[in-house]
C-alpha cells in the first residue's frame, strides 16, 4: 500500500513552454502533498505543501506564479513550471502522507525528470 | 526551524564492511528520524525510522541510533554490499511537521 505515481517520468520542453506534471496517490488518500526539486548530487529541497481544496504552501524564494500547485482532490496534485527556461530543469518528486496510518512517514513518487531547451 | 546537518558527503568502503553515516539536528522537539535510500535517478525510498522514545532500532543489517541529549542519530549498515551503493539521506520532524532532509550521503560499496 502507499503508493504514489507522478507523470510523466521524463520530459523535454522547449524555452517558453509549460508544463504540467502530476501526482497521485494510487490507494489512498492524501490531504497534503509535497512538492520537491533535487538537482544533480544534492538533496530535497521543498517547493511547496499542496493542500486539498485550498491555496498551497510556497516556501521562501520559490515563485508560486512560476510553479503552479493545484491539488484538486485527495488523491492528484499537479504542478505547472510556467514559461519554463533551461534554469528550471531538475529533478522533480512529489510524496504524500497517509494521513490514516500513525506517524509522518513520507511516499515519495518515481520523479520528473524536467530538461528544458 | 529545524537543522539538519549530515556526514560523511560521500563513503567509500570494501564489501563487508560496516558503514555509519552521521546526522545532527537543532530542534529538541523533533521526535521522528527517517533515513531515506535514493538510487540514481530513483525516488527516495524509506528504509528504516526512529522515534524519540526508543534508543536504538535494527532491521536485518541495518541499524539507526538515537541520542537526545546530544541531539544525534546515525545510519548502521553492516556487512555492506554492492547493492548498498546510493545516496542516503537523514530528515528529522516533529508531530505533523513536514521533514527536514540532510544534504545526504553518497556510499559507494566496492566489490
Known amino acids: 500500500g502507499a503508493v504514489v505515481s507522478q507523470h510523466p517520468s521524463r520530459v523535454i520542453c522547449k524555452s517558453g513552454t509549460s508544463v504540467k506534471i502530476e501526482c497521485r496517490s494510487l490507494?489512498?488518500?492524501?490531504?497534503?502533498m509535497f512538492w520537491y526539486r533535487q538537482f544533480p548530487k544534492q538533496s530535497l529541497m521543498l517547493m511547496a505543501t499542496s493542500n486539498e481544496g485550498s491555496k498551497a504552501t510556497y516556501e521562501q524564494g520559490v515563485e508560486k506564479d512560476k510553479f503552479l500547485i493545484n491539488h484538486a482532490s485527495l488523491t492528484l496534485s499537479t504542478l505547472t513550471v510556467t514559461s519554463a527556461h533551461p534554469e528550471d530543469s531538475s529533478f522533480y518528486i512529489c510524496?504524500?502522507?497517509?494521513?490514516?496510518?500513525?506517524?509522518?512517514?513520507?511516499?515519495f513518487g518515481p520523479g520528473t525528470r524536467l530538461t528544458v531547451l | 526551524g529545524e537543522n539538519v546537518e549530515q556526514h560523511p558527503s560521500t563513503l567509500s568502503v570494501q564489501e563487508g564492511d560496516s558503514a555509519v553515516i552521521k546526522c545532527t539536528y537543532s530542534?529538541?522537539?523533533?521526535?521522528?528520524f527517517p533515513w531515506y535510500k535514493q538510487e540514481l535517478g530513483k525516488r527516495p525510498q524509506l528504509i528504516i525510522d526512529i522515534r524519540s522514545n526508543v534508543g536504538e532500532k535494527k532491521d536485518q543489517r541495518i541499524a539507526v541510533t538515537l541520542n537526545k541529549t546530544a541531539k544525534h542519530f546515525s545510519l548502521h549498515i553492516t556487512e555492506t554490499q554492492p547493492e548498498d551503493s546510493a545516496v542516503y539521506f537523514c530528515?528529522?520532524?516533529?508531530?505533523?511537521?513536514?521533514?527536514?532532509f540532510g544534504r545526504g550521503t553518497s556510499l559507494i560499496v566496492h566489490p
Open positions: 490507494d489512498f488518500q492524501a490531504t497534503t
Open positions: 510524496s504524500a502522507r497517509d494521513h490514516t496510518r500513525t506517524g509522518n512517514e513520507q511516499f
Open positions: 530528515a528529522a520532524s516533529k508531530g505533523s511537521y513536514i521533514p527536514t
Open positions: 530542534d529538541s522537539a523533533s521526535n521522528y
